[in-house]
């Protein structure tokens, strides 16, 4: 009879184990594999704990995406669509969780298509805000129309928003016939509803053919959370990766208000005038794309225009000239920020830091016309700096003069290290281990007799670094940015922001 060695004796073919007698030779002993490092037992021991939580297939191909190629990850988009003041900008602040959209009581604020990241229930989407959709217009609200339009082309899914107290209009019927040639899924939210009379007004919304009208009201929270989750049933889960050609000059954006040399920076970076510089602010309005030859490597060089004010005040060619530099931005992969050294930090500038940030990009902060700081201030100037942007201390800084090409030759340094830390990509193994000690130290704080505990993390992406940690229970925001400063910390990341998000997972419940 053939028997094998059995963890508790030795088995025959059958698998049934008996006593070992003296005379069976002693199995051989379990040579530790070389290959497997401390960081991989970590990640096998913590894996081992998950079984105990309610994980998908989803959650576990996502922390299996150590091995993906360089690529820039694309989220599906979710359309906010309808006619003029229906509250779509007041529906997209509530989504985001934050006064981002610009929301005022007259129609027409919002003209342009406008995304923004958002997450729910652990999944990541773009959340598109569009202009109102009317017929037989003209003038800018056609081109208002038209954005919206393509916008309905672009979305993976849509919220089509009516204001429930009004009920379904022409134009409401109008943007169905839309809807329908667009095929793509549509969520109806009966938005301004705020109690059950409102309810019950808004099922006469069923008569438009869309489904279920979701009664919200985006003013105060109401029945969001049952809308975003119908929403995301219909967005699309698998999107494709963008691979990314590693030869392809990279793309950067001169971003800043106006007259603060950004056309004078790009002429002496090419080393000759390519683009127009004239003492008048706001000379530049198009975005100009130059290739340059700088450091022996080919960039793409993208001035734009000075951002003057929010987008909603700005009129004629100034509104499209901030509009096409956002875009501009969302197109780069590094922005260099300029900021005028010989006067305070003003609102503009951070309004332009915080729309590279928001965008994701990779960013170095240009002090520029530092040569007409005297030395005796330039101490104080040192200490504002540091209290200015405090919050941005990730952000390498370069001082120069573009009119003189002083420092000029630091900007290289700083665009490498900055593009090599949005493409910086942390192994699951090291990062788990790095949180480990991390919680270990410091705790998540107890909350009304709770703890949430971190199960595992993963870097889902790069170009922004993403990092997605599934949890026991919800992290406060404190304590993600936290993690956050102690990543850079571990890791380095200058010149490039981080996203960390969390999934929340209970656990699987008990069988009796």
């Known amino acids: ?55 998908s297939e989803e959650d576990f191909a996502t922390l299996d995406s150590d091995a993906e190629p360089l690529t820039e990850a694309t989220l599906p988009t979710l359309a906010i669509i309808g006619r003029p003041n229906v509250g779509k900008s007041t529906l997209v602040n509530r989504i985001i969780g934050k006064r981002l959209a610009v929301v005022e009581d007259k129609p027409g604020v919002t003209r342009d298509r406008v995304s923004y990241p958002a ?71 009966a938005n301004k509803v705020d109690g059950p009379q409102g309810e019950i007004e808004a099922t006469v919304l069923w008569n438009l053919g869309l489904g279920e009208p979701h009664p919200v009201s985006a003013l105060h929270g109401r029945g969001t959370g049952d809308l975003l989750d119908a929403a995301i049933a219909v967005l699309p889960r698998e999107m494709p990766q963008i691979e990314v050609d590693p030869d392809a000059p990279r793309r950067v ?79 780069a992969e590094v922005a260099l920020v300029l900021l005028d050294a010989s006067g305070p930090l003003t609102e503009q500038d951070t309004r332009v830091i915080s729309q590279v940030v928001d965008a994701g990009r990779a960013m170095v902060l240009v002090y520029n016309k530092w040569d007409l700081v ?21 952000a390498p800084r370069v001082n120069l003069s573009a009119t003189t090409g002083w420092h000029t030759n630091r900007l290289l340094p700083a665009l490498d290290l900055a593009l090599s830390s949005w493409d910086q990509r942390i192994s699951t193994g090291r990062l788990n281990s790095f949180l480990g000690e991390l919680v270990s130290a410091h705790p998540h ?20 670094p993403r990092f997605v940690i599934f949890a026991s229970g919800f992290l406060e925001p404190t304590y993600r940015r936290f993690i956050e400063r102690r990543l850079r910390e571990a890791f380095g990341f200058e010149g490039s922001p981080i996203q960390v998000s969390v999934r929340v997972r209970e656990k699987r419940s008990r069988k009796k």
């Open 119 to 189: 997450e729910w229930a652990g999944v990541d989407f773009m959340l598109m805000d569009t202009g109102g959709w009317e017929s037989k217009v003209e003038g800018l609200d056609l081109s208002v129309a038209q954005q919206a339009e393509v916008a309905i082309d672009m979305a993976d899914a849509v919220i089509f928003v009516v204001d429930a107290k009004v009920g379904a209009t022409a134009t409401d019927e109008q943007v169905v016939k839309l809807l329908r040639a667009a095929n793509k899924p549509v969520v109806l939210a």
């Open 253 to 331: 954006a001169l971003v800043g208000r106006p007259n603060v040399g950004k056309s004078s920076l790009l002429n002496k970076l090419a080393g000759s005038n390519r683009v127009v510089v004239n003492e008048v602010a706001g000379t530049t309005r198009d975005p100009v794309d130059e290739i340059v030859e700088y450091g022996g490597r080919k960039w793409v060089l993208v001035d734009t225009a000075g951002i003057r004010r929010r987008v909603h005040q700005t009129s004629g060619a100034d509104f499209y000239a901030s509009l096409r530099t956002g875009a501009a931005i969302a197109r």
């Open 1 to 55: 009879m053939n028997e094998r060695p059995t963890a508790d004796g030795v088995g025959d073919e059958e698998g049934y184990a008996r006593p070992m007698s003296a005379d069976d030779p002693l199995p051989a002993p379990r040579e530790s594999d070389p290959e497997e490092s401390l960081e991989q037992k970590k990640e096998a021991a913590l894996r081992a704990g998950l079984d105990a939580y309610d994980l």
């Open 445 to 464: 704080p107890v909350r009304s007799g709770k703890q949430p505990k971190i199960l595992f993390a993963t870097q889902a992406s790069t170009r922004p």
């Open 374 to 394: 005297d030395e005796d201030n330039r101490f104080e100037l040192e200490r504002s700096i540091e209290q200015d942007l405090v919050q941005l201390t990730w």
